[in-house]
Antibody, heavy 114, light 110 residues
Framework: QLVESGGGLVQPGGSLRLSCAAS????????MSWVRQAPGKGLEWVSV???????YYADSVKGRFTISRDNSKNTLYLQLNSVRAEDTALYYC??????????WGQGTTVTVSS | QTVVTQEPSFSVSPGGTVTLTCGLS?????????PSWYQQTPGQPPRTLIY???ARSSGVPDRFSGSILGNKAALTITGAQADDESDYYC??????????FGSGTKVTVL
């Protein structure tokens, strides 16, 4: 099970940290992604962190967002910095397997507005 | 920048068959892209249907099947039911840790 939290209203240029608490599996032993969906739009892959700690990002967020995990809390994070209006979306975390999103959370909403 | 292409919409009759495709703006889709497919209904998170081109996720009915058709990945729904009316998305692994979603196909059952 995956439970996201940390979403909310943030001003353009501001920061926010999203969390994804995992249960039933060990975050550090698998790879996990963040996926977002802007209102009325399709799904967009954002970032992945592999078991070895390697991280990758979509061009749209590279240099602004940081994916990480806390093994002691079995939790995945997404740090959002320098946010823009186009970052407004529902953010899902997903457990990956065989290069696919296998298990999804319910999502947490980020709204960027002044 | 590579774009993953999907048909915007499809309509299928109850009991009918529909095949959705997932292509690349440049090049062909292969098993090496590990195509996966997701179903999403309004207000719900996505549900994983197919991964690694043909593997069906746990609990997914066998009326959903995945394949490579020509130079695209494909999702076929055989014997469509009313509750198959959803948005369907594909994902391709582009290498170097990068994944790309298609723009999605809205399937209407009527």
């Amino acid at each position: 099970q995956l439970v996201e939290s940390g979403g909310g209203l943030v001003q353009p240029g501001g920061s926010l940290r999203l969390s994804c608490a995992a249960s039933g599996f060990i975050v550090s032993k698998t790879y996990m992604s963040w996926v977002r969906q802007a209102p009325g739009k399709g799904l967009e892959w954002v970032s992945v962190i592999y078991a070895d700690g390697n991280t990758y990002y979509a061009d749209s967020v590279k240099g602004r967002f940081t994916i990480s995990r806390d093994n002691s809390k079995n939790t995945l994070y997404l740090q959002l910095n320098s946010v823009r209006a186009e970052d407004t979306a529902l953010y899902y975390c997903a457990e990956m397997g065989q290069s696919a999103m296998q298990v999804w959370g319910q999502g947490t909403t980020v709204t960027v507005s002044s | 920048q590579t774009v993953v292409t999907q048909e915007p919409s499809f309509s299928v009759s109850p009991g009918g068959t529909v095949t959705l495709t997932c292509g690349l703006s440049s090049g062909s889709v292969s098993n090496g892209h590990f195509p996966s497919w997701y179903q999403q209904t309004p207000g719900q998170p996505p549900r994983t249907l197919i991964y690694s081109t043909t593997a069906r996720s746990s609990g997914v009915p066998d009326r959903f099947s995945g394949s490579i058709l020509g130079n695209k990945a494909a999702l076929t729904i055989t014997g469509a039911q009313a509750d198959d009316e959803s948005d369907y998305y594909c994902v391709l692994y582009m290498g170097s840790g990068i994944y790309v979603f298609g723009s999605g196909t809205k399937v209407t059952v009527l």
